[in-house]
């Protein structure tokens, strides 16, 4: 899709409804008369359900009509997203998603998409791991002390050094847009400045609800970032004081059972008001975005067409406005 000259879009990312073909999901959002472009999941942790590149790669028919699909309805494709975690030290799993992840790099380039969603991995906490990626977030316990280095200097900038070079040689158009998302390497503005370094491509697809729960200020970052926000995704994050005064940010049983989390992925407009979706937006345009704010649905108390519908109606009216 090219970058819109005239204001920001409104999208949906269509892994939410697995159950439909990409035809009726296109044909549904048309309908809505508020989504203008759709993210489409290639890979990594998504099941693929209207996107697969096996399917497509080398297959110009098949792309033809995946296009059709999309633009016969009126839409247009804002973005591949292929998150996964490609530096996972279970090398079957790390290898799985670097194909995935190469594969989507090539499939946006003939789909002529040039905003990649991806996540930039997480590895163990040592060459001899296997099993789990560690997620070094900090703490005073010896045991933690040096994880971060190691992984940046061993796994992390070696790895994303290579995959910028490789993206530019196959799509030179296309920029990586990292999912700020704890549990990765790169999660915040300082991860992502010292992985910015690593290649010209890379960028940032910027969710506001991963950190709403983590008491950073979404306004604060797209002030910070500016030029290298890529994409972006509109989801809300609902807070409940009482159950984070006992059981804080980090409680390991997220999201389940929904009605007892601290904190829960929301509709937008159900955690915070329109008048702050207005600042975040109009920040947005004054930091020089010109693209989508694509539709994500992770909200457990509400249905997925009433979500949508109603998280896209305030977008529009916000960027109307």
């Known amino acids: 899709m090219e970058r819109s000259k ?94 995935d992840l190469r594969n989507a ?33 900090g703490g005073w316990l010896p045991d933690l002390e040096g994880i971060a280095d190691w992984q940046w200097r061993e796994r992390v900038a070696p790895y994303w050094s290579e995959l910028s070079r490789f993206a530019r040689q196959e799509h030179p158009q296309l920029m990586i847009c990292f999912e700020l998302h704890p549990g990765t390497y790169v999660y915040n503005v300082e991860t992502f400045r010292r992985a910015r370094k690593l290649g010209t491509n890379l960028g940032v697809n910027l969710d506001p609800s991963h950190f709403f729960w983590q008491s950073m200020d979404p306004l604060a970052i797209v002030q910070a970032l500016g030029d290298d926000i890529g994409h972006v995704h509109g989801k809300d994050t609902t807070l409940h004081p009482q159950r984070m005064a006992l059981n804080g940010l980090f409680d390991h049983r997220w999201p389940n059972p929904p009605d007892e989390m601290p904190w829960n992925f929301a509709t937008i407009g159900r955690g915070h008001d329109r008048e702050w979706w207005g600042r975040f937006v109009a920040l947005l345009r004054d930091r020089g975005f010109s693209g989508t704010i694509s539709i994500e649905y992770e909200d457990p108390f509400v249905a997925v067409e009433e979500s949508v519908l109603e998280s896209a109606q305030l977008l529009a009216a916000v960027i109307r406005s």
């Open 105 to 137: 790099i090539r499939l946006a380039a003939e789909l002529e998409v040039d905003r990649l969603v991806a996540m930039s991995g997480c590895p163990g906490a040592g060459a001899s791991d296997r099993v789990a990626p560690h997620f070094s977030a």
């Open 6 to 99: 005239n204001g920001l879009r409104t999208g949906f990312f269509t892994d939410a409804m697995p159950d439909r073909t990409l035809s009726e999901v296109a044909g549904w959002a048309a309908q809505t008369g508020l989504v203008q472009d759709l993210e489409l999941g290639v890979g990594g942790y998504s099941p693929v359900p209207h996107c697969a590149p096996s399917d497509l790669l080398g297959h110009p028919d098949a792309i033809r009509r995946l296009k059709s699909d999309v633009e016969d309805a009126g839409l247009g494709i804002s973005a591949l997203n292929v998150s996964g975690n490609p530096l996972h030290p279970n090398p079957d799993l790390a290898q799985r998603h670097d194909t």
